[in-house]
């Protein structure tokens, strides 16, 4: 499973956008990138995944990069609902290995604030 | 909104206990899982589960550990004989498909160990 990594904490003013980036420099191309989050011990979100385009829903934005090393997701006008660990997750789009397995890192703690 | 449930809340239990966790799925998703979550680690994955088989587990998942589909609907964790590092909050997921839809995660049983 390719790593991922994440800043450890961020800090955002409620109403602001959040930014959060990722690392995934050992993508490969048949691997998504996933965003979930977890909201203070509750079982986690889904928030968005993307393969290399931008992707937009009704909670988040996603950016890749071109070369698929990194990501952003984003977090339009936050609020102090969205405080949660924010994990980003690597997993492949099909074959015999894909048994849909999420591999959680440690994640981003957001900490909005008002 | 369809959700997954999982009872019960809160499990206590002696050390060597069995215990069974209890899961009810998204009533068409095909694809379940087990995850758990020690308090302040990250969620760990278990199994994966699809067409009455496991199809992939984690060395967490040792001979202490099984899972069933009885019915048409639960999606149970039983664990043979507790151990103290077992404590941990546990998490069914369930999905439609497994190469690009979102696993949902159940609320979790906070399982302890005395």
């Known amino acids: 499973d390719a790593k991922t990594t994440q800043p450890t904490s961020m800090d955002c003013a409620e109403g602001r956008a959040a930014n959060l980036p990722c690392n995934h420099s050992t993508i490969s191309g048949n691997e998504y990138v996933y965003w979930y989050r977890q909201i203070h011990s509750q079982g986690p979100q889904y928030i968005i995944h993307g393969l290399k385009n931008n992707e937009t829903n009704e909670m988040a934005s996603l950016i890749i990069t071109e070369d698929r090393k990194s990501s952003t997701l984003i977090l339009p006008h936050a609020t102090l609902r969205d405080t949660a660990v924010y994990y980003c997750?690597?997993?492949?789009?099909?074959?015999?290995?894909?048994?849909?397995?999420?591999?959680f890192g440690q994640g981003t703690t957001l900490q909005v604030k008002p | 909104e369809p959700e997954v449930t999982q009872t019960p809340s809160h499990q206590v239990t002696q050390m060597g206990q069995e215990v069974i966790l209890r899961c009810v799925p998204i009533s068409n998703h095909l694809y379940f899982y087990w995850y758990r979550q020690i308090l302040g680690q990250k969620v760990e994955f278990l199994v994966s589960f699809y067409n009455n088989e496991i199809s992939e587990k984690s060395e967490i998942f040792d001979d202490q550990f099984s899972v069933e589909r009885p019915d048409g609907s639960n999606f149970t964790l039983k664990i043979r004989s507790t151990k103290l590092e077992d404590s941990a909050m546990y998490f069914c997921?369930?999905?439609?498909?497994?190469?690009?839809?979102?696993?949902?995660f159940g609320p979790g049983t906070r399982l302890t160990v005395l």
């Open positions: 997750i690597v997993r492949p789009k099909s074959g015999s290995s894909n048994t849909g397995k999420l591999i």
């Open positions: 997921a369930s999905s439609e498909g497994i190469s690009y839809n979102e696993q949902f």
